[in-house]
């Protein structure tokens, strides 16, 4: 045995190339830093991809901040969402003062379960937030036509799922409102950054605004607009979510790369997939028919009850794997307001055999040859 210790392999990581160095090297020697061209350049790419118009923002979590606010989601609204997420998608709605229903996921991919939903939605819902879970579309059509039905709006955390497509359209372009993350160990990075997509222009009008302090510079819509060429309104309140052009250049470079990026994430999955299908103590991630992920997490299930010692063995042997997610619910500050545990038994089980393994574009095959024989090694011992 070597005593040195192996490099470290992360659950995932950005890739960034030269050209993506000198992308942001150009902006900095230019005239913006903060919004310029590159903004733009940036959404006509990423709408491309989305298959709807998208306005960047700072991160996934004010992509959400800005989808709800746009939607108007505010005091007495009720948001239906997914407790197998990150806090943020739920979070972001509790702070502009709704109230959150979770509703419990599908056992096997861990999206909201159609059925859960419908047993939760009411007069009061104004939105149904679904999660693209590791990558994996929600059932689509059926959540976004009970929205309707119940004159809500259908959001989508896509944070996980920029690139994935379902029934052949791209995820974007699906929901009333799409919300992406581009932090650095998701599909594509900007360092810090995020987007709402909206086949709906005036949804979209408004998350535009939120995104600018609300500010509207339209003369034709402003309320006193013959008093001068500074003169500018704010009709609703926002905040500053811009996202710099130095990042958008960023963007822009890395989207050039994600049909590649999809392509090398897909080949991991499938030698995963292919490998543990043998192994009677994991389950590996299911996929639709109608879906085409572009996968983010490789979400193993441990069957046997050792996900900790699994974790534990694969961290020592420096995989870093990692668990995705605690239940929302679980968190102190929703269990303070009295969401119990027991309420999402689905959710809460999957959280307990769930681990993440190693999955990034720039993985090469002996990274994921060292993943696989470590993970079979565990189960051999027994
Ligand atoms: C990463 C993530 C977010 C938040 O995105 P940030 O860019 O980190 O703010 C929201 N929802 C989900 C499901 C995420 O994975």
Redesign the pocket.
Known sequence: MSNVSPEQLPFGRQSIDQDDIDAVVQVLRGDWLTTGPAVEQFEAALSAWAGAPTVAVT???AA?HTAYAAAGIGKGSEVVTSPM??V??AATASMLGADIVFADVEPDTANLDVGAVEALVSGRTAAITG?DYAGHPVEVDALRALAHSHHALFIE?A??SVGSRWRGEPVGSLADLTTF?F?PT?NFTTA?G?AVASPNPQLLDRARHFRNHGLVRDRSVQRTPDVGGWHQEVHELGLNYRLPDVLCALGLAQLRKLGRFKQRRKQIVAAYNTAFASVAEVATPPCREQADPMWHLYPLRVLDGRRRGLYDALRSAGILVQVHYVPVHWHPAYADLGYIRGMCPHAEAFYEQQLSLPLFPGMGDHDVDRVIDAVTRFFQRG
């Open positions: 991160s996934g979590t959400l997420t990150f943020a998608t999660v955390d944070a996980h993350s932090y998701k810090e995020g």
